[in-house]
Structure formats: C-alpha cells, structure tokens
C-alpha cells in the first residue's frame, strides 16, 4: 500500500472507504501540512485543528480530488483556504518559532549538535517570520514541501511565472535579512 501514489491511495479509499488506506495519507502528509498551515496562523494548537479540518474536508468536503494536480496540491490548496478562513475569523497574527523548531527538530542528535541545529532553524525561522506572506509562502512551498513552481502556482492562487518571480525575489530578501542577523554562510 506504501509504493502507491497519494492519487491511487484517495481513489482506492473512496472506493472502499477503508480507514488503514486514508491514514497512509494522513501520515505522509500531516507533519508538512501542520508546518505549512501553521505559516498562516502562528499558533500550532489552531494549525493542528485546522490540518484535521482539511483532511476531513478531503471525505466529506463540497469538492473531490478532480486529479488536474497532485493530490498534495490539492490538499494544500484546501488548508490554505481554511487557514484564509480562521485568520479572518480570528484577525490574530502571532508567531511561534520556538514550538516549530521543536516539531522538526531530530532527537536523535547530540545535545551539541542539537543546540547549533536549533540555533540555525531558529534564525531561519526568524528571518523568514520577517519576509512578506508571498515570500514565505513560496519559499515554504518550493523548499520545505518540495512542490515545483507549477504546483506553487496551484496553492498560491498564482501562475507559474509569478512564482518564479516571488521566488526569486523571497530568495533575495531571506539572504539579506540572515546577513543583517548576522547569519554565516561558511
């Protein structure tokens, strides 16, 4: 069940609404989605909530995977209306660097290792928490989650040469925000 791809899984669930087969999904996409929502609305308690809301919506929602993208593509491109949803619900922006960095961070490193890691991820989290929205989202789409422009696109709300652009651009602005941090390269 592990070799297929996300888009065979959902089909072969909607088929048989086993719940072992929709878990697969849920477990190779929750860690990335719960990060990426919690880009939206800094707060993991509501981006936990939220990552359950869009898996739900994936069963029970208006709109079925059509396959014109990916199915990560997709199941992005619904939790970031959720998360559009609740910020405007809500009207909170607040930001939570300290709980993401201890969501990814490898406790099977050494306490060193572990403390220099934790200090890179945290001027990485603080200098893309000073990016605009679009840099960040972009930035987090391409590189943390491994979509390719067209993808981005998708979730965006943008075409694919916009997203070059603002990568391009986010790219620029997160290299000279880490060098007025005083962030090495070396």
């Not at 405007?88 to 403390?115: M, W």
């Given at each position: 069940?592990?070799?297929?791809?996300?888009?065979?899984?959902?089909?072969q669930?909607?088929?048989?609404?086993?719940?072992?087969?929709?878990?697969?999904?849920?477990?190779?996409?929750?860690?990335?989605?719960?990060?990426?929502?919690?880009?939206?609305?800094?707060?993991?308690?509501?981006?936990?909530?939220?990552?359950v809301?869009?898996?739900?919506?994936?069963?029970?929602?208006?709109?079925?995977?059509?396959?014109?993208?990916?199915?990560?593509?997709?199941?992005?491109?619904?939790?970031?209306?959720?998360?559009?949803?609740?910020?405007?619900?809500?009207?909170r922006?607040?930001?939570?660097?300290?709980?993401?960095?201890?969501?990814?961070?490898?406790?099977?490193?050494?306490?060193?290792?572990?403390?220099?890691?934790?200090?890179?991820?945290?001027?990485?989290?603080?200098?893309?928490?000073?990016?605009?929205?679009?840099?960040?989202?972009?930035?987090?789409?391409?590189?943390?989650?491994?979509?390719?422009?067209?993808?981005?696109?998708?979730?965006?709300?943008?075409?694919?040469?916009?997203?070059?652009?603002?990568?391009?651009?986010?790219?620029?602005?997160?290299?000279?925000?880490?060098?007025r941090?005083?962030?090495?390269?070396?």
């Amino acid at each position: 069940m592990t070799n297929e791809s996300d888009e065979e899984l959902y089909d072969q669930f909607l088929a048989s609404r086993d719940e072992n087969i929709f878990r697969v999904l849920v477990e190779r996409h929750k860690t990335s989605l719960l990060l990426f929502l919690n880009g939206f609305v800094h707060n993991l308690d509501d981006a936990e909530e939220l990552m359950v809301d869009t898996f739900a919506e994936t069963v029970a929602g208006p709109t079925l995977f059509s396959g014109r993208s990916s199915f990560k593509t997709w199941l992005f491109s619904i939790g970031k209306h959720l998360a559009l949803m609740h910020l405007r619900k809500n009207k909170r922006h607040s930001f939570d660097e300290d709980a993401i960095a201890e969501e990814v961070a490898d406790p099977a490193q050494t306490p060193e290792l572990q403390v220099l890691e934790d200090e890179k991820k945290r001027q990485l989290y603080m200098a893309m928490k000073q990016l605009n929205s679009d840099y960040r989202e972009i930035l987090l789409l391409l590189y943390f989650e491994d979509m390719s422009h067209e993808e981005a696109a998708r979730v965006m709300g943008k075409n694919k040469r916009q997203t070059y652009h603002l990568a391009e651009r986010g790219r620029a602005a997160l290299k000279e925000t880490l060098e007025r941090m005083g962030f090495s390269y070396a």
